[in-house]
């Protein structure tokens, strides 16, 4: 059986019809259902709605005094939930309560855990919205992939509200999430095996308005720091970091030495420079960084194929340290100096945009075995 959480805050006016067409999809699936409303006291009869439909289909409403949290609401759903199967959707209407049935069917595959709806793998994606938004939605991902690299290394959409899980991924686990990513706590907590996604197409809202505010914004980066430490990825990360500027280190020295002291042409000495603080950075984060963080379940690929892998993916942070350090030399800044500009340039670049793949050269944690 599963038992589907639906979080709502005045979610009236489509309440009626979400509940409708979660309960015709779970149907098509051919699962047993319960659908738990978890209304924190909307104004507008929400939670009434949904309760005069307990004659038709299974749905009952769990009632919270005052608005405390979409992450909450759904864990206190789960709380009261019947199903071996437990799933989470918004009221809106924004995520499609059709995708329900592949997700649920997902889960009869033996050993898949966890299905989640993705708008970022191939046909998913979101109508009506702005590039401004969608830079906004990419940059918050992004940021959760780059803050928590091995809990999210093959997750396309960590902070997707639609997704159902085995209850037995939580059996012993402490949740203690923060604001509204219940699945950001769910993957970096949760014991499972594999996940499957699912593609959908995030909907406009039709009606009402975003329960998103800048006090969720907040709230979003306190629960990433929360998690990178209780997972120990914030120890890993002060390891790579410090091994970062070592490289920088390297890299400028380099230089200062290659160009400054021995009259290398810049052209010559910045390739050698840059590589030999690639090298630096492979050779600690090898031997330090990811030691002591747990391999995947694949075997790791040989230490070859990691140093090349590495390579390729800090080019393009590369190529952009030897351009800024050419430019600034070009306009009379000497040698190291300008290194140092270059250095900060690639490296910051690589760390805003590459950390995920970086991190993968050593392979993810996850899935980890039930
Ligand atoms: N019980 C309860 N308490 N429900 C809440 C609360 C709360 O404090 N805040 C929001 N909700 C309900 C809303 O009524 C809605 O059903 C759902 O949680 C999502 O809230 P929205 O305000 O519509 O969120 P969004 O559209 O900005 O973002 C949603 O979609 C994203 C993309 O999948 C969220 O579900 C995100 O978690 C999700 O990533
Ligand atoms: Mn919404």
């Not at 939670?47 to 919270?64: D, H, M, N, Q, T």
């Not at 046909?123 to 919205?129: D, K, P, S, V, Y």
């Not at 992004?142 to 085995?166: I, K």
Request: charge should be positive; aromatic fraction near 10%; include cysteine.
């Amino acid at each position: 059986m599963i038992s589907l959480v639906i979080p709502t805050y005045n979610e009236g006016a489509v309440i009626e019809q979400t509940l409708r067409r979660a309960a015709a999809a779970l149907r098509a699936a051919h699962e047993e259902f319960e659908l738990i409303v978890v209304d924190d006291s909307s104004a507008d009869g929400t939670a009434e709605i949904a309760e005069s439909l307990g004659r038709e289909f299974p749905v009952r409403v769990l009632r919270r005094p005052g608005r405390l949290g979409l992450a909450t609401a759904v864990l206190d759903g789960w709380a009261t939930a019947r199903g071996d199967l437990l799933a989470v959707m918004d009221a809106d209407l924004q995520h499609p309560p059709e995708i329900l049935r592949p997700l649920a069917e997902a889960l009869r595959q033996p050993d898949t855990d966890m299905a989640l709806a993705s708008r970022y793998t191939p046909g998913g994606g979101m109508t009506g919205w702005s590039w401004i938004r969608r830079f906004i939605s990419w940059g918050a991902t992004h940021l959760a992939s780059s803050v928590l690299p091995l809990t999210l290394a093959d997750v396309s959409d960590p902070l997707s509200g639609m997704f159902a899980l085995r209850r037995s991924v939580l059996d012993g686990v402490q949740l203690n999430p923060l604001g509204y990513k219940i699945l950001l706590e769910v993957l970096a907590k949760g014991r499972y095996r594999k996940f499957t996604e699912v593609s959908y197409i995030f909907e406009p809202r039709g009606h009402g308005s975003s329960k998103l505010g800048p006090r969720q914004y907040l709230e979003y980066l306190m629960h990433l720091a929360r998690l990178a430490r209780s997972t120990r990825q914030l120890a890993a990360w002060v390891r790579y970091g410090s091994v970062g500027l070592s490289g920088a280190v390297v890299n400028i020295v380099g230089v200062y030495f290659l160009a400054e002291g021995f009259g290398w042409k810049l052209l010559a000495a910045l390739p050698l420079a840059i590589q030999l603080a690639l090298l630096n950075n492979f050779i600690w984060n090898e031997s330090l960084t990811f030691r002591k963080v747990p391999a995947a379940d694949e075997p790791r690929k040989g230490l070859f194929t990691r140093l090349l892998r590495y390579e390729v993916i800090c080019f393009s942070g590369a190529l952009l340290n030897a351009g800024v350090t050419l430019i600034l030399a070009d306009h009379g800044l000497r040698a190291a100096l300008a290194a140092a500009g270059g250095v900060l340039t690639g490296g910051f670049w690589n760390f805003l945009l590459n950390v995920p793949a970086i991190w993968r050269v050593w392979g993810a944690s996850r899935p980890r075995p039930a």
